[in-house]
Antibody, heavy 122, light 108 residues
């Protein structure tokens, strides 16, 4: 059974840092691209960041570029999101999502974690 | 960046109704369009991919159509468990995927 379990969320002051983790199981983690998606309270989904299966390519939403860093440890089947210079508008539930390429090239997010809440407030 | 706009933002419907939700892209995205269902406090669930392909395990009352810039999600006969928020996602700009703002389907 595929499972994604996020951890590391919590309350942090503006300007602070937090590191989120996503532990994967039930599939060959090293062969899948992974993403972080967030959802502010009462708002829609916002894609945050992407990392290719081999860690050789990463991509960020403009809203987090230069502040967030995505990484992965394929040996530990784990995905990470280092968040620095946090702002109030980064407050959200953060989900990790597995990207499946249907027919080899059509991306879908077929499995999601349960999410971890990050609250940025003084 | 590709902007995704859904309409309506919310709707009220009864069990048994046919429901249609629209998603429009700011530029052509071919058929790189996914639909998700999200219930309160839960993660999104993939329903439709590539505009019209049904994800495994998803009931056949859900269907998707469209290409280019205009897409629809249809629930043919609304069931009690279908009351949720539905969201489209474009995966044409790879990566840098963007979502629509969501459509909340409520009980009339």
């Amino acid at each position: 059974e595929v499972q994604l379990v996020e951890s590391g969320g919590g309350l942090v002051e503006p300007g602070g840092s937090l590191r989120l983790s996503c532990a994967a199981s039930g599939f060959t983690f090293s062969t899948y691209n992974m993403n972080w998606v967030r959802q502010a309270p009462g708002k829609g989904l916002e894609w945050v960041s992407y990392i290719r299966s081999g860690s050789n390519y990463t991509y960020y939403a403009d809203s987090v570029k230069g502040r967030f860093t995505i990484s992965r440890d394929n040996a530990k089947s784990s995905l990470y999101l280092q968040m620095n210079s946090l702002r109030a508008d980064d407050t959200a539930v953060y989900y990790c999502a597995r990207e499946r390429l249907v027919w080899g090239s059509w991306p879908t997010f077929d499995y999601w974690g349960q999410g971890t809440l990050v609250t940025v407030s003084s | 960046d590709i902007q995704m706009t859904q309409s309506p933002s919310s709707l009220s419907a009864s069990v048994g109704d046919r429901v249609t939700i629209t998603c429009r892209a700011s530029q052509s995205i071919d058929r790189y369009l996914n639909w998700y269902q999200q219930k309160p406090g839960k993660a999104p669930k993939l329903l439709i991919y590539a505009a019209s392909s049904l994800q495994s395990g998803v009931p056949s009352r859900f269907s998707g159509s469209g290409s280019g810039t205009d897409f629809t999600l249809t629930i043919s006969t609304l069931q009690p468990e279908d009351f949720a928020t539905y969201c489209c996602q474009q995966t044409y700009s790879t990566p840098g995927y963007s979502f629509g703002q969501g459509t909340k389907v409520e009980i009339k």
